[in-house]
């Protein structure tokens, strides 16, 4: 089956350690994106990576890195600098060669900091 | 910049109720408009899309029309049941632009 499998569904962490996030697509997408949710802040952008090796920042980057060597992999890192990293987190993918530019999820990865 | 507001923000109703959700946008040069179901503690499932060019777009109960020129998308639920009770979102895009989305409408149907 194709989709997007973020791992783990569940993660906990003390303060002041880095922790990463998993996210990987066998859609054949070109695009990844990594969203922050809140409850009632809805869904806030972190980064986004268009194309393999490259990714650009979102509205809310601080305290947060990417990288994308692979198509298929865009792994987010919430280092100790993010003041508030307690959240849910949600990746998509959309294929960016042609319309209608869809965009899909993933199941999310609640992170708690403690 | 594009913004998107979803009225109302929570929406409680009996079961069998036809429903409207309202999802409005500021710049109508978009290029297609996306509605999603969130369910508690889950990512996001895709629903319909509609293309600018598109007027609506069904699935099922489910009906979500687009006219540009007032910058409104509405998703029509025909016959609500319980297991329709999600959060409901709409994200508005341009065509080589990031995605911007409402906050969502908390939907319940109660037995």
């Known amino acids: 089956d194709g989709g997007i499998t973020q791992s783990p569904k569940y993660l906990f962490r003390k303060e002041g350690q880095n922790v990463t996030l998993s996210c990987e697509q066998n859609?054949?997408?070109?695009?990844m994106y990594w969203y922050r949710q809140d409850p009632g802040q809805g869904l806030r952008l972190i980064y986004y990576?268009?194309?393999?090796?490259?990714?650009q920042k979102g509205d809310i980057a601080e305290g947060y890195s990417v990288s994308r060597e692979k198509k298929e992999s865009f792994p987010l890192t919430v280092t100790s600098a993010q003041k508030n990293p307690t959240a849910f987190y949600l990746c998509?993918?959309?294929?960016?060669?042609?319309?209608?530019?869809?965009?899909?999820f993933g199941p999310g990865t609640r992170l708690t900091v403690t | 910049k594009q913004e998107v507001t979803q009225i109302p923000a929570a929406l409680s109703v009996p079961e069998g109720e036809n429903l409207v959700l309202n999802c409005s946008f500021t710049d109508s040069a978009i290029y297609n408009l996306q509605w999603f179901r969130q369910d508690p503690g889950k990512g996001l499932t895709s629903l319909l899309l509609i293309q600018s060019s598109q007027r609506e777009q069904t699935s099922g109960r489910l009906n979500a029309s687009l006219d540009k020129s007032s910058g409104r998308s509405t998703l029509y639920i025909a016959a609500s049941q319980p297991g329709d009770s999600a959060t409901y979102l709409c994200?508005?895009?341009?065509?080589?632009?990031?995605?911007?989305f409402g906050r969502g409408t908390s939907l319940i149907v109660h037995p």
């Open positions: 998509a993918s959309s294929i960016e060669t042609t319309g209608p530019y869809e965009q899909y």
């Open positions: 994200a508005v895009r341009r065509s080589s632009y990031i995605p911007t």
């Open positions: 990576s268009q194309i393999v090796n490259d990714f």
């Open positions: 859609l054949n997408h070109d695009a």
